[in-house]
C-alpha cells in the first residue's frame, strides 16, 4: 500500500509505505501525489516513511523515478527517509542520482522522532 499526505503550512509531502508495494501502487497514488502538489511552494520537504515497508516490486522502480522528476521539477528542498532497516532500502539513494538534477539534501535517519528533528517539524 501506499498513502500520500501534505501539510501545507509546514510545506511538506509525505509518503508512506506500508506492507506489500506493488508499481500498481504507485500508480493509482500518482494523481493523488499530483494533486498534493498542486497545494505546495517550491521549496517544499519530503517526508518518505520506510518503517511499514514489508517489501516492494522491482517493478516500482520506473514509478519512484516518475515521481523523483516531478519532485526535481516542483522544486524539492530537502528529502528525509526513515528507514528503521537498511534492507528495507530499495535503492531510493541511487534513483535520487538520476532523477534529483536540483540536489535537495537527502537524509536518512531510523526513527520518526529523527526525521521530526531534521524536518524542524
Known amino acids: 500500500m501506499f ?5 501545507k503550512v509546514k510545506k511538506l509531502l509525505h509518503l508512506s509505505y506500508l506492507a506489500h508495494v506493488g508499481a500498481a ?12 502538489l498542486a497545494d505546495l511552494p517550491a521549496g517544499f520537504k519530503l517526508l518518505v516513511d520506510l518503517g511499514r515497508l514489508d517489501s516492494m516490486d522491482t ?5 519512484l523515478g516518475r515521481m523523483m522528476d516531478l519532485f526535481d521539477q ?3 528542498k530537502q528529502v528525509v527517509r526513515v528507514v ?9 539513494n541511487i534513483l535520487a542520482r538520476f532523477h534529483y538534477h536540483h540536489n535537495p539534501q537527502i537524509t536518512n535517519c531510523k526513527t520518526m522522532v529523527e526525521a ?5 517539524l
Do not use: M, Q, W
Open 3 to 7: 498513502l500520500a499526505a501534505s501539510n
Open 25 to 36: 501502487d504507485l500508480r493509482r497514488g500518482h494523481d493523488d501525489v499530483v494533486a498534493l
Open 59 to 63: 517493478a516500482c522502480v520506473e514509478e
Open 74 to 76: 516542483h522544486g524539492l
Open 84 to 92: 528503521p532497516d537498511p534492507v528495507k532500502d530499495i535503492g531510493f
Open 116 to 120: 521530526e528533528k531534521l524536518l524542524k
